[in-house]
């Protein structure tokens, strides 16, 4: 305890463990008792409780009326700031997808329980995308979203559904847990996921998550279901998987 009091050693530590109790709260879907963080980060109550209010004063955490702790909006500046440079970086292999493909390419960021487009290059063809970056949707019912969520732990994918509900964008949209987990499977399996009219009637959609990401992302081919015939799945989808690879190889994540 006496590194923690004092010095560059006690700042860095105590900066380090702020950080870390900002991730249980993100892992617990954004809100935790004192004694749950307690339990998630093995540190005494005192160390946490002195951390946490330290975050309320910033604003980058607040405390419910039912005493419980929560995520802060400064955290939301902060994320969005981070999820644009993102696809900023990001641009100019989206824009080699769109130049081999002759689509619309994407990328998508999960933060918290919502996928969120943070870059987008358009086709040269005439079609109107009602996907636009900025823009937030349910994972559930997009391809982004599927590719992210096959990869992760299924008592993960349990809970957000629970979170969220899965409320139909289209007709076509998976609205039940059972099919959408093995949907999830069926996108784990042949590494990528299909977005069938889905989000959108008329659009299909092939996406492949971002491996080795700090945060979940998914990378994503877009198009009328016309254009998007199975042969072009079959061909587009290598290609896909080839940019999030490069993706993953290159963003500049550490």
């Not at 949209?173 to 889905?198: K, M, V, W």
């Amino acid at each position: 305890m006496a590194a923690e009091k004092g010095g560059r050693d006690g700042g860095v530590q105590s900066l380090q463990r702020a950080f870390e109790l900002l991730e249980h709260l993100a892992d617990t879907g954004g809100e935790a008792s004192l004694s749950e963080l307690a339990t998630l980060s093995g540190l005494p109550m005192p160390t946490i409780h002195r951390l946490i209010r330290t975050l309320v004063d910033l604003g980058y955490v607040r405390q419910n009326t039912n005493r419980r702790y929560a995520l802060g909006a400064r955290l939301i500046r902060l994320g969005e700031n981070a999820s644009m440079q993102f696809g900023s970086w990001a641009r100019p292999l989206l824009v080699e997808l769109v130049e081999e493909v002759g689509e619309t390419a994407n990328l998508a960021v999960l933060e918290r329980d919502e996928v969120v487009y943070v870059a987008q290059v358009p086709s040269k063809h005439s079609m109107r995308m009602f996907t636009e970056v900025g823009r937030r949707l349910l994972p559930h019912g997009t391809g982004v979203g599927k590719a992210m969520l096959a990869q992760l732990p299924a008592d993960d994918v349990a809970a957000l559904l629970t979170r969220t509900g899965m409320p139909a964008y289209t007709e076509h949209t998976f609205t039940d847990p059972s099919s959408l987990a093995a949907e999830l499977t069926r996108i784990a399996s042949q590494g990528y996921a299909l977005d069938e009219a889905e989000q959108e009637l008329g659009v299909r959609c092939i996406a492949v998550a971002v491996p080795g990401m700090p945060v979940p992302a998914a990378v994503s081919v877009s198009g009328p279901s016309g254009r998007l015939t199975a042969d072009a799945v079959a061909s587009i989808a290598p290609v896909v998987q080839k940019i999030a690879d490069r993706l993953s190889q290159q963003l500049p994540v550490t």
